[in-house]
């Protein structure tokens, strides 16, 4: 029989179930590669067609099944941890990079995974699965982790001459952003979630553990994770970082951030007021309200806020590039809610942008004991022109406006700024405007970075990086020593004053001095010592973690401030010499 008749008699007895083109793999597997003669290759045939005779058909598999298990009475199950491990035998290491949202997300991605049936180890030899929450801000941030996950990757193929598997994950902005190139490319990584994808984690590691990559980098309109509860790992548990929105629309030319994280959306108030009571009820002593653009907050969850009329108020003299939001709750509203809870329990919010600054936030904080008097203003440029080419919807003159109105309405407020050396066109004039804001503005704290070029923002599409990365290094390091020698002169007007200081634990270079962080964000180191627990009392007791405590302050310099303690206080009746 020749091959044309074989392959005829294949169709032929397949023919009612099978198609050609699964008939004519049947051919080739059986009869072409796998038989040197025809009577064997017609008996193998015969023998599958046999097999799929006698066996079960589709209406076994129906007559087997319990109609009552799919009546939707009860709700479907699905395990992502196989059933022969025990719930808490696959551990999970987290490694978190980058800002305080990104802290948040490991808390929340952490909660997710916590009833997933995970269990947490802070020893890296110990884990199963290392999941590194990433950022993708910057060129620097992202070969960090680059070469983490080449360390890792070296790390997991030792473990498995071993028997024992390491799944690694990438979480956050570079998942979202280099998704194709961490998977496909290099290969360095088993799972893939963007930061709209931790409530699919569980899913995406169990496809892991079966051997296959897996990935969600989708972004969404709505997630906020308002129904999960971050597992907070704060340092002695006094302080805790409550995320507020997610995402960013104010497409700034240098920015990847509404690239990776999204649009703006906003979590309902009654869920962050709700987050808030619950920490104040740990005994939790300060919060601090997390967003990419944190006072832009509008809870738009409730009909009566979302039909309101009230339109977005900015600061005078800022615009922005979408259209003016009307309705909801505003940022003014949720401060005053939440700083309400507990007048002894000290809020603060990053990162802000200056154009959303009204006159009713600033004066809620100077009305407010337990509200920092310390304000984010992220500058970026001093020169008009570059403020322009930056899209960040105000001039030089209107920044310097909005930080004398704010020092009016807040006496004695505390400032900082982020800025960004050798940005596209950036001129030797500009870079001395930049200089010369620093002095006059006078920041308690800053930020300093060269520009890094990133794919997607406006400024890689329509503008070019043509300030030679030695300039821009110049440059950076003359913003960084102009604002030290400032900042030096502004800290050390404090001394003589006496500040409120939250204590974080033992100074890193004395384990006789205890440090915190006074109202304006600025480091205070002071000596160990018992205290009154009030002025003008007797009864002495320790300073511990946590405590609030008044600290005179005797000496400064631009990182930090020094002092002695006085007495053991709370915001509630913090007293200033």
Request: with cysteine.
């Amino acid at each position: 029989m020749n091959r044309i008749s074989t392959f005829k008699l294949i169709r032929c007895i397949f023919r009612k179930c099978l198609s050609p083109r699964i008939c004519r793999d049947i051919y080739h597997r059986y009869y072409c590669t796998e038989s040197s003669s025809h009577g064997t290759g017609l008996s193998r045939i015969m023998q599958l067609k046999s097999k799929l005779t006698n066996g079960p058909s589709f209406q076994d598999f129906i007559m087997s099944s319990d109609k009552s298990d799919f009546d939707g009475s009860e709700e479907y199950e699905e395990h992502y941890i196989p059933k022969n491990m025990s719930d808490h035998s696959r551990k999970v290491y987290f490694e978190t990079y980058g800002c305080q949202m990104n802290t948040n997300d490991t808390e929340i991605a952490w909660s997710i995974l916590q009833k997933a049936g995970y269990s947490r180890t802070l020893e890296l030899q110990k884990a199963d699965v290392v999941l590194l929450v990433t950022c993708s801000i910057r060129e620097k941030a992202e070969q960090t982790i680059w070469n983490r996950l080449k360390h890792l990757t070296a790390s997991k193929k030792r473990i498995q001459k071993h028997k024992r598997s390491l799944t690694i994950g990438v979480l956050g902005c570079m998942a979202e952003r280099l998704k194709s190139e961490l998977l496909d490319q290099e290969k360095l990584v088993d799972v893939l979630a963007g930061p709209d994808a931790y409530r699919d984690l569980p899913r995406l590691l169990s496809l892991a553990h079966g051997g296959q990559r897996a990935s969600n980098v989708l972004l969404s309109l709505e997630e906020t994770y308002a129904d999960v509860i971050p597992v907070h790992q704060t340092l002695e548990g006094h302080s805790a970082f409550v995320s507020i929105m997610r995402g960013c629309d104010n497409m700034c030319s240098y920015c990847i951030v509404p690239f990776t994280r999204g649009r703006e959306r906003s979590r309902p108030m009654s869920s962050i007021v709700e987050e808030v009571r619950m920490l104040s009820d740990q005994g939790v002593k300060e919060i601090t309200l997390l967003g990419q653009n944190v006072n832009s907050y509008r809870d738009l969850s409730k009909m009566q806020f979302s039909c309101s009329e009230r339109n977005t108020q900015l600061s005078r003299g800022f615009q922005s590039v979408y259209r003016t939001k009307q309705g909801g709750l505003r940022f003014a509203d949720l401060l005053d809610r939440v700083s309400l809870i507990n007048p002894n329990m000290r809020i603060r919010f990053t990162s802000p942008h200056p154009k959303d600054f009204p006159d009713e936030v600033l004066q809620l904080i100077q009305e407010r004991s337990n509200i920092c008097k310390h304000l984010h203003l992220p500058v970026q440029s001093g020169s008009s022109r570059i403020l322009h080419a930056m899209r960040r919807g105000y001039t030089r003159e209107a920044y310097l406006e909005l930080v004398e109105n704010i020092r009016k309405i807040i006496p004695g407020v505390s400032l900082s700024s982020d800025f960004i050396a050798g940005f596209c066109s950036e001129t030797e004039e500009d870079h001395q405007q930049t200089i010369s804001l620093l002095k006059e503005v006078g920041y308690n704290i800053g930020f300093f970075f060269t520009y890094s070029m990133r794919k997607k923002t406006h400024a890689y599409h329509r503008l070019e990086d043509n300030v030679p990365a030695p300039v821009k290094k110049r440059r950076l390091e003359e913003l960084i020593s102009v604002f030290r020698e400032k900042a030096t002169k502004v800290n050390m007007t404090l001394i003589g004053n006496t500040q409120l200081v939250l204590v974080e634990g033992k100074s890193k270079r004395s384990s006789e001095e205890l440090c915190g962080r006074n109202d304006g964000n600025v480091k205070v180191i002071f000596p160990k010592t018992n205290l009154p627990v009030q002025p003008e009392k007797t009864q002495m007791a320790c300073i511990t973690p946590g405590d609030y405590v008044l600290v005179k302050i005797t000496s400064a310099n631009s990182q930090s401030l020094r002092g002695h303690a006085l007495n053991h206080s709370s915001p509630n009746d913090r007293k200033t010499a």
